[in-house]
């Protein structure tokens, strides 16, 4: 069974920036496209970002310019560079395949952007 532990989160000032992490234990890895995704207060999850394994990248364009996707295969990881945080990016952020999620959700990492 694949677990996803999330981390890095934390509390921002409008136009900070953050790295988030994402450990995979298992072959997660070795299938191919991995998301991050969030949650924001209210709202549905949703997917914001993907890299398939051989580092193709595809953006929501809500972050589109300002977050960066990467993944390191060998350590069964991946990030997520945040910068120039607005307070609309205040949300639950989590990792998984994408673009469709196939493996249970770990316990995400919170963002939270003051303005």
């Known amino acids: 069974q694949v677990q996803l532990v999330e981390s890095g989160g934390g509390s921002v000032q409008a136009g900070g920036s953050l790295t988030l992490s994402c450990a995979a234990s298992g072959s997660a890895f070795s299938i191919g496209t991995m998301g991050w995704y969030r949650q924001a207060p209210g709202k549905q999850r949703e997917l914001i970002a993907t890299i398939t394994r051989g580092g193709i990248t595809i953006y929501q364009d809500s972050v589109k310019g300002r977050f960066t996707i990467s993944r390191d295969n060998a350590k069964n990881t991946v990030y997520l560079q945040m910068t120039t945080l607005k307070s609309e990016d205040t949300a639950v952020y989590y990792c998984?395949?994408?673009?469709?999620?196939?493996?249970?959700w770990g316990q995400g990492t919170q963002v939270t952007v003051s303005s």
């Open positions: 998984n395949t994408g673009p469709h999620a196939t493996y249970n």
